[in-house]
């Protein structure tokens, strides 16, 4: 007997993606809640139809309305065609392909994966999967100078750090230099480009990579470019690099140009699709690199600028330097950028908003919070998420402490705050991608949003919270110790709704670990269904205590505690 359900897939990124040579990864959406079983039938596509395998999809876990279903087929020749089998318990089925549903499989169709090109898969930099990265906003970090960063190299080795980003550093009349004047100086408050590579060198030093800042989507309107076209208005050589409404040009009341943001006078947006800018642009991105040996870039509105330029941007720079990180600042869904021509990764603050959700605000509960998880991942393929930067917070957003003191449920929420900021430490260090570590956060700084969130690094020790530094210590040298912490996929364990605790497993070429979070202020005994079967004892790798492996596992999880377990 057949049936209709609303099913998803298309033939292309993230729903069909790379996934290593011969390898290619499919996911299909399917309806919750209505049991469904997948196969995915394939061939390639010069086969004889009918010739082709079946091959069942797993079941990786719900996003709200839709599950999501994946299976990696091989391929030797790169040419692939395929089409779905869904069935439910009492026998129901469809066929689902490129003509859509059909109780008849030659009617549904079948997708098309013309050819596995083998650079179409994000070829990621070799160091980046145990990176843990630490942003610095320079001018408030020691001294506020690139000499003051670099006697602190020591400091990042010891609590764990393997890469820094700092904002940027260039020419610019604003303490936070996003408005360029010049893009070939180090800005004289922080130093010079002498001190920039002894800073390079010295985190090399150490094993850390250092990544910088570039604002390409808008200039300074003291960049020299834009300062010719205010002198000499429409008979500038430059005035195409910019977006200029109407002459004479006018930054007050209302600028006659587009700019950054609304009306950004001081940030006049350039014309990425000019020619000469995306030269002048490319000159100084590997400028950088040559000069000082930088190991990436991190770039500003990345949304905003032309896709063409950062296409040709990232083909040239990997082409000469294929050891380098490229992060694109997207503060919403950032998976149109990261097919492979564009970004490596992206400062992922849709996960944050999760993360604030869940264990700041507590305005969600483990099952949304873990349907979030799932959905934003299924946006993007599996190598531009294990790329993303996974942040708790940025010099663009209120402190993450601070934000669980003014949420969370129950009449103590700031006595409960630093609980509640450590277990989201603990998620962020064993889940996918590259945890980012905003400056102050490991030592309990707080702050609103900006400006308030650029206060001064906390250097008296009196003035620090050893608590929670020697919590990242120790989570950061639990994910080193363990490469399924590094490179292992996500799935969900279990939801405990009314108890407001979650668990979620890590699994990989080595021995899966499950990972559970209690995010109340209650003591529990769990019975759960085990995550792995082979063990007779797992053991908590954070506290060494032992349980009994079974069907059936019994724990003992602290209010707003964590259990690791190996």
Not at 121 to 137: D, F, K, N, R
Not at 234 to 250: G, L, M, T
Not at 354 to 380: D, K, W
Not at 480 to 509: C, I, S, Y
Request: glycine share 8%; proline share 5%; charged share 25%.
């Amino acid at each position: 007997m057949s049936n209709h359900w609303f099913l998803y897939h298309t033939s292309e990124d993230p729903f069909a993606f790379p996934a290593g040579p011969g390898a290619l990864k499919l996911r299909l959406f399917v309806p919750a809640g209505q049991h469904l079983s997948c196969t995915v039938v394939h061939s390639d596509r010069y086969d004889s139809p009918g010739s082709e395998q079946p091959q069942s999809m797993e079941k990786i876990g719900s996003a709200g309305a839709y599950e999501i279903h994946e299976a990696v087929i091989r391929t030797e020749t790169g040419k692939c065609r395929y089409l779905f089998y869904v069935k439910n318990l009492a026998g129901d089925y469809t066929w689902y392909g490129e003509r859509g549903e059909s109780q008849n499989r030659e009617r549904a169709g079948s997708f098309q994966y013309a050819y596995l090109h083998a650079d179409q898969a994000l070829e990621l930099p070799s160091w980046t999967s145990g990176a843990i990265v630490y942003q610095i906003y320079p001018s408030s970090y020691n001294r506020g100078t690139l000499q003051g960063i670099t006697e602190k190299i020591p400091y990042l080795q010891e609590l764990g750090v393997t890469a820094v980003y700092m904002t940027p550093i260039f020419e610019s009349p604003s303490e936070h230099k996003y408005n360029t004047s010049d893009y070939y100086k180090i800005d004289p408050d922080f130093g010079t480009a002498e001190d920039l590579k002894e800073l390079v060198a010295e985190a090399h030093r150490h094993g850390i990579k250092v990544l910088l800042d570039a604002v390409f989507n808008h200039s300074g309107d003291t960049f020299f470019a834009f300062r010719d076209v205010l002198e000499h208005g429409e008979n500038s050589r430059y005035k195409d690099w910019f977006f200029i409404h109407s002459y004479p040009v006018e930054q007050s009341p209302v600028p006659t140009y587009e700019t950054f943001a609304k009306a950004e006078a001081q940030m006049p947006k350039l014309n990425m699709n000019h020619p000469e800018v995306a030269d002048y642009m490319l000159g100084v991105a590997k400028h950088w690199i040559r000069e000082a040996g930088i190991d990436g870039w991190r770039l500003d509105v990345a949304n905003e600028v032309h896709p063409l330029f950062w296409s040709r941007f990232r083909r040239e720079l990997k082409d000469e330097f294929p050891e380098l990180l490229l992060i694109g600042e997207i503060m919403h869904a950032s998976g149109p950028w990261l097919r492979g021509d564009q970004f490596d990764g992206g400062m992922n603050y849709v996960l944050r908003d999760a993360v604030l959700e869940f264990f700041a605000e507590q305005s969600t509960g483990p099952q949304r919070f873990m349907e979030q998880l799932l959905h934003i991942e299924a946006l993007c393929n599996d190598q531009a998420n294990s790329a993303m930067f996974q942040l708790l917070g940025s010099h663009d957003t209120q402190r993450f402490l601070t934000a669980c003191k003014e949420g969370g449920r129950g009449w103590n929420r700031a006595g409960t705050a630093l609980q509640r900021m450590k277990q989201a430490i603990f998620f962020q260090m064993t889940y996918i991608g590259l945890p980012m570590i905003y400056y102050g956060d490991e030592v309990g700084m707080e702050g609103a949003t900006d400006p308030h969130c650029r206060r001064p690094m906390l250097w008296h020790r009196q003035e620090q919270n050893e608590e929670l530094r020697n919590w990242y210590k120790e989570l950061i040298a639990l994910r080193k110790a363990h490469n399924v912490l590094q490179k292992g996929a996500f799935r969900p364990w279990f939801t405990d709704e009314a108890r407001n605790v979650l668990g979620f497993v890590r699994q990989g070429d080595q021995d899966p670990i499950g990972l559970i979070l209690n995010n109340s202020p209650n003591h529990y005994q769990l019975e759960l269904s085990s995550f792995r079967p082979d063990p007779n004892e797992l053991t908590d790798l954070l506290s060494g205590r032992t349980i009994r492996n079974a069907k059936q596992i019994l724990v003992e999880i602290e209010p707003f505690g964590c259990l690791m377990l190996n």
